[in-house]
């Protein structure tokens, strides 16, 4: 058989580099402002992007103030709800228009789920467990769950504890930077009250994170894991990133290996657990509840449900909260009238919610949130849905937006939640979706807020904080709320 020489072999290059140019400038006259293989959407506003990637780009230089970005866009199309797509990831509806919200979180509930992509993003985090799961696999733990939620007991001995690491916490460090003069992380302080607060009322375990000066182990890995879950949402290069981690950054944690240590953690306290009801111990927790529970099979839950099962509520108990206490108290320290009234207000015993709900207008625990369509529909605002579309929404967009809020809604004004009578003012789960809403709502709300009005008590009443100078308050990338660089503060006693 003949060989080709070397002007053959030039001529086929050069011909299958022309073929590939004509291929790739046929795609991109196509493709021209939105991802390969993504169709134009009638009927709804589309957010363009760059030919054959869509939105890639974009979204890959804005990721650290994804959030922001979510109401830029709203704000320059001048619209609600836009259609978007990014090479390597789903066709995107993005809203912030409360009645659509109310749609997919409630009115039509079934027609939205935890899709492929959040399984991909998070399972290797958080498994199966209730914040991932759907249908039977997500009522039996969401049952299981409600059942100590509601139990008034539990209540009284939550508040127990809570109130025991609070004094915990104001002994150990607090009053010792007010007698020093020295500024202290109060992010930092506040996360490791949540986590041993909860992990002792849900698990039984007192891990002392109060008294340790650095970060534990299982929580440094636990956040990282997190801003990882919400990259893959983000950025479709995030895996290769981390697979090549040995290459460029030798001897750094991967994701497998911060895993491994979050593992650890679930798993020791799982079977400790196990030997303390072996040895004859009876608990009424979390842990214990989940582990009398049978799962969608009939069967008890094995280790790896239970692991699942621990590390879902973690971040509820843990996250959630101390971030609504840390912007909480950020807000304070920017607005002293508003501070001084609270005072005031704990002062005669009546301290009001309004501070509260305000901050989580603004600082939403969970400020973005996706669902996928499992077929086709229609929004409230007319905008059409197609099997398979991921559908976003922000809260922390929302609670910008002036269409609805007003023209102050970047302002953080807790008067909004007072009615002319005097009456604290409730708003739609659509317009203010804190706590979720419809079949998913939060099942700890009520311990959540009370959880926090009695920091926010304590604390005020006790303390008078101030920020630290140059430093930059804002959020990390994650899919909860925290503060990136924490947030240095100043004691003093009142």
Not at 84 to 112: Q, R
Request: with cysteine.
């Amino acid at each position: 058989m003949p060989s080709l020489n070397l002007n053959d072999s030039l001529s086929v290059v050069r011909v299958a580099a022309v073929v590939s140019a004509a291929t790739v400038g046929l795609l991109a006259l196509k493709y021209n402002d939105r991802a390969l293989f993504t169709e134009k959407r009638e009927g709804i506003p589309f957010a363009k992007g760059k030919p054959v990637v869509g939105g890639l780009i974009h979204q890959l230089q804005n990721k650290d103030r994804i959030l922001d970005d979510f109401l830029e866009t709203m704000e320059k199309y001048d619209t609600m709800t836009v259609y978007a797509t990014a090479l390597g990831l789903p066709p995107s509806i993005m809203t912030t228009d409360p009645a659509n919200v109310e749609h997919i979180l409630k009115n039509n509930f079934s027609n939205y789920v935890k899709g492929p992509q959040m399984m991909d993003a998070m399972g290797d985090l958080f498994g199966h467990g209730i914040f991932v799961a759907n249908g039977e696999q997500w009522k039996y733990q969401r049952k299981t769950a409600s059942l100590i939620f509601n139990v008034v007991n539990f209540r009284d001995h939550f508040t127990d504890v809570f109130v025991k690491e609070l004094e915990l916490m104001t002994d150990r460090i607090f009053d010792k930077k007010a007698e020093n003069g020295k500024s202290v992380d109060f992010h930092d302080v506040i996360y490791k009250f949540t986590l041993d607060s909860f992990v002792l009322i849900g698990f039984g375990k007192q891990l002392n994170a109060l008294q340790s000066k650095t970060k534990v182990p299982f929580a440094a890995s636990f956040d990282i894991c997190q801003s990882n879950c919400l990259e893959r949402f983000i950025d479709p290069f995030t895996n290769l990133r981390d697979a090549l981690k040995p290459i460029f950054s030798p001897g750094s944690m991967r994701i497998k290996d911060h895993l491994k240590v979050i593992d650890d953690f679930a798993y020791q306290l799982i079977g400790e657990r196990r030997e303390q009801i072996k040895n004859g111990g009876e608990y009424k927790d979390l842990l214990s509840r989940f582990m009398a529970a049978r799962n969608p099979q009939g069967e008890p839950l094995s280790d790896k449900e239970l692991r699942d099962t621990v590390l879902n509520f973690i971040i509820a108990g843990r996250d959630t909260t101390a971030q609504a206490l840390s912007w909480t108290f950020y807000n304070l320290m920017l607005h002293p009238r508003v501070e001084a009234k609270l005072l005031a207000e704990i002062e005669q015993f009546i301290p009001e919610d309004e501070k509260f709900y305000e901050v989580l207008r603004l600082y939403p625990s969970v400020p973005s949130n996706v669902k996928v369509a499992l077929d086709d529909d229609v929004f409230p605002d007319g905008s059409p849905i197609k099997k398979g579309d991921s559908v976003s929404w922000s809260p922390y967009a929302m609670a910008r937006t002036r269409k609805i809020w007003g023209e102050d809604a970047c302002e953080f004004k807790p008067e909004r939640w007072i009615k002319p009578d005097g009456d604290l003012r409730r708003e739609s789960a659509g317009q203010w979706p804190a706590f979720h809403a419809g079949p998913r709502i939060c099942l700890g709300q009520n311990l959540a807020t009370l959880e926090a009005l009695v920091a926010i008590i304590l604390l005020v009443k006790r303390y008078k904080f101030s920020l630290a100078p140059n430093q930059t308050i804002t959020y990390d990338l994650s899919l909860t709320h925290p503060m990136k660089f924490g947030m240095q503060v100043f004691v003093e006693r009142r």
